[in-house]
């Protein structure tokens, strides 16, 4: 993975949280958002952490480019900045979740492994809440019907991803196994050329695929 921060005493602190972990590695660190871009490209890490104040290029806009052009990439904004305009903007440029820097750092691990297995990072009420937001300013009627792209099967989980339950709880829903709901939502991921879930439910909101029902 890679660690995105302008504070090079964060970065190294992080960077030794990580690395006490026996399945994950760090393979680089940037100071700048420009600077990430630039690794991403060079090391196609799996996960980036990524702060949102950085200089020459913000977090955010790094998210974007890195999301072009990378869309397996997941990337976790780690911040200290909390407000809806922030967390809107960081999902719009692809983020797949974001958490505030006073985080523990086995939540901050957690997350980590969340996210790299598809799964969002986000508090279910925010993320309501700001799946309310953009799809009631953003949503379009649909181009194309949920069935040209994902199965009858594959709708059913992403409906249930998008009201914010876990795996876990979707294959206790389904009466499926966990690794079953992994292989639908990966497939659902290749489908729409997204990371994550948070991506795949904002892009279903825009394409009309889901309501604002969906989320309750």
Do not use: C
Request: proline content about 3%.
């Amino acid at each position: 993975m890679l660690i995105a921060d302008d504070h090079a005493l964060f970065r190294e602190g992080t960077r030794s949280l990580i690395e006490q972990e026996n399945d994950m590695e760090v393979s680089g660190e940037a100071s700048d958002g420009t600077e990430a871009v630039k690794l991403v490209k060079e090391l196609r890490p799996h996960v980036v952490l990524m702060d949102i104040a950085m200089p020459k290029v913000n977090g955010i806009e790094a998210t974007r480019q890195i999301k072009a052009d990378y869309p397996a990439t997941a990337v976790l904004i780690l911040t200290a900045y909390d407000n809806d305009q922030y967390i809107v903007a960081l999902l719009e440029a692809g983020a797949a979740g974001y958490l505030l820097k006073n985080v523990s750092g086995a939540d901050l691990v957690n997350a980590i492994r969340a996210v790299h297995a598809g799964e969002a990072v986000l508090h279910p009420t925010i993320a309501k809440k700001v799946f309310s937001r953009l799809g009631s300013s953003g949503r379009q009627p649909p181009a194309t019907s949920p069935e040209t792209d994902l199965s009858e099967r594959e709708m059913e989980i992403l409906k249930l991803a998008a009201r914010g339950m876990s795996n876990q709880d979707i294959a206790a829903q389904l009466f499926l196994s966990r690794r079953t709901v992994q292989a639908h939502l990966a497939n659902i991921f290749r489908k729409m050329d997204v990371g994550s879930r948070t991506e795949a439910v904002l892009q279903a909101l825009r394409k009309g695929w889901l309501g604002l029902d969906n989320l309750a």
